[in-house]
T-cell receptor
């Protein structure tokens, strides 16, 4: 079965600074990979996804993520963080069978300070 | 187009009671999934329904059940509530089943508190 680890529970960055959120997965083949964001009191919103092809994926709100097969990683990046980016971020992994539910990481809470 | 609607938004129950949560998916979406979200465990998959049939079930006790109606609306029920059932329950819809290759659209959730 697939699994996903988000090593950082909480990260604080200054507004305007760059951001990288880590995600490591465990699966024997190439998985489907997702990043979702949850603002306070809201459900999750898809930021971006990787299925195949180009390993650098662009998403909404200026986010991007890079799939690195050798490191089993799918880290989320943003060059300049805005205060509105403060939220909880979830990495998720799916497999190609299609009948297996997504497995979510436990999330990384992002705080943004002035 | 309206998003995924979950009702009620908040619920307070006592141990031993039962509760029913409702989810209306985005119009045209026939697949509905339910997740339990807690601070320590993150999102845990409960079940997925498509065309009124349960396609998948997570590792939860039989006290947790669900169903889907012909209009794709879904309900989940928790009987004999325990303190540990306190959580945010999220519903997600998609056009087709099989979450691994589908974009999920989430509702804002129902916050259940068990006293």
């Amino acid at each position: 079965a697939q699994s996903v680890t988000q090593p950082d529970i909480h990260i604080t960055v200054s507004e305007g600074a760059s951001l990288e959120l880590r995600c490591n997965y465990s699966y024997g083949a190439t998985p489907y990979l997702f990043w979702y964001v949850q603002s306070p009191g809201q459900g999750l919103q898809l930021l971006l996804k990787y299925f195949s092809g180009d390993t650098l994926v662009q998403g909404i709100k200026g986010f991007e993520a890079e799939f690195k097969r050798s490191q089993s990683s799918f880290n989320l990046r943003k060059p300049s963080v805005h205060w509105s980016d403060a939220a909880e971020y979830f990495c998720a992994v799916g497999i190609h069978s299609g009948n297996t539910p997504l497995v979510f990481g436990k999330g990384t809470r992002l705080s943004v300070i002035a | 187009k309206a998003g995924v609607t979950q009702t009620p938004r908040y619920l307070i129950k006592t141990r031993g009671q039962q509760v029913t949560l409702s989810c209306s998916p985005i119009s045209g979406h026939r697949s509905v999934s339910w997740y339990q979200q807690t601070p320590g465990q993150g999102l845990q998959f409960l079940f997925e329904y498509f065309s009124e049939t349960q396609r998948n079930k997570g590792n939860f006790p039989g006290r947790f059940s669900g169903r889907q109606f012909s209009n794709s609306r879904s309900e989940m029920n928790v009987s004999t509530l325990e303190l540990g059932d306190s959580a945010l329950y999220l519903c997600a819809s998609s056009l087709t089943p099989g979450q691994s290759n589908e974009k999920l659209f989430f509702g804002s959730g129902t916050q259940l508190s068990v006293l």
